[in-house]
T-cell receptor
Framework: NAGVTQTPKFQVLKTGQSMTLQCAQD?????MSWYRQDPGMGLRLIHY???????DQGEVPNGYNVSRSTTEDFPLRLLSAAPSQTSVYFC????????????FGPGTRLTVL | GQQLNQSPQSMFIQEGEDVSMNCTSS?????WLWYKQEPGEGPVLLIA?????ELTSNGRLTAQFGITRKDSFLNISASIPSDVGIYFC?????????FGKGITLSVRP
């Protein structure tokens, strides 16, 4: 039972490159979300999903895309990376509501040069 | 958007001391959550509060849901070195969870 897994753990991109951050969970949770964490800014919600086939924007969605084709996976796509997207990215899941216990993955540290 | 206010950004205490931190908002919430993040890890839920006035404990941690539903408090008693980390308050509405900016706690042995 792996819980919430994220890959890669570290990534360096050049400005303009695209990439996908992977998030997978084996807890059969309906709610999945992506956050970015920057120093002094706390965790800010990028996108979230309340179930397979349903996604919506969070607080800072610009420059990111998501899809939810299965319950288990919730990938985050950076379309054209910018230095402002340098951050630590966390995926989180919960049983059904955003206020249920959120289980966070280990994070992906992304640097955009 | 909704904002949760936590201050100061950092706190430094001596091992064995008690520490209190609070979280305030201009909006009313039905749930208050407290998470802790240790270095290199994702946040972990410490305490969840679901009713105004509710006081809940988890070991040396005690949290309260403010009567006005616009604030919450977290107390840590008899601090130990492993209490170091970032403490976040969080709450949600309309399927979105909002986090405060967090308080970094340092404990001097």
């Amino acid at each position: 039972n792996a819980g919430v897994t994220q890959t890669p753990k570290f990534q360096v991109l050049k400005t303009g490159q695209s990439m996908t951050l992977q998030c997978a969970q084996d807890m059969n949770h309906e709610y999945m979300s992506w956050y970015r964490q920057d120093p002094g800014m706390g965790l800010r919600l990028i996108h979230y999903s309340v179930g397979a086939g349903i996604t919506d924007q969070g607080e800072v969605p610009n420059g990111y895309n998501v899809s939810r084709s299965t319950t288990e996976d919730f990938p985050l796509r950076l379309l054209s990376a910018a230095p402002s997207q340098t951050s630590v990215y966390f995926c989180a899941t919960s049983r059904g509501l955003s206020t249920d216990t959120q289980y966070f993955g280990p994070g992906t540290r992304l640097t955009v040069l | 958007g909704q904002q949760l206010n936590q201050s100061p950004q950092s706190m430094f205490i001596q091992e064995g001391e008690d520490v209190s931190m609070n979280c305030t908002s201009s909006s009313i919430f039905n749930t208050w959550l407290w998470y802790k993040q240790e270095p290199g890890e994702g946040p972990v839920l410490l305490i969840a509060l679901y009713k105004a006035g509710e006081l809940t404990s988890n070991g040396r941690l005690t949290a309260q849901f403010g009567i006005t539903r616009k604030d919450s408090f977290l107390n840590i008693s008899a601090s130990i070195p492993s209490d170091v980390g970032i403490y976040f308050c969080a709450s949600g509405a309309n399927s979105k969870l909002t986090f405060g900016k967090g308080i970094t706690l340092s404990v001097r042995p």
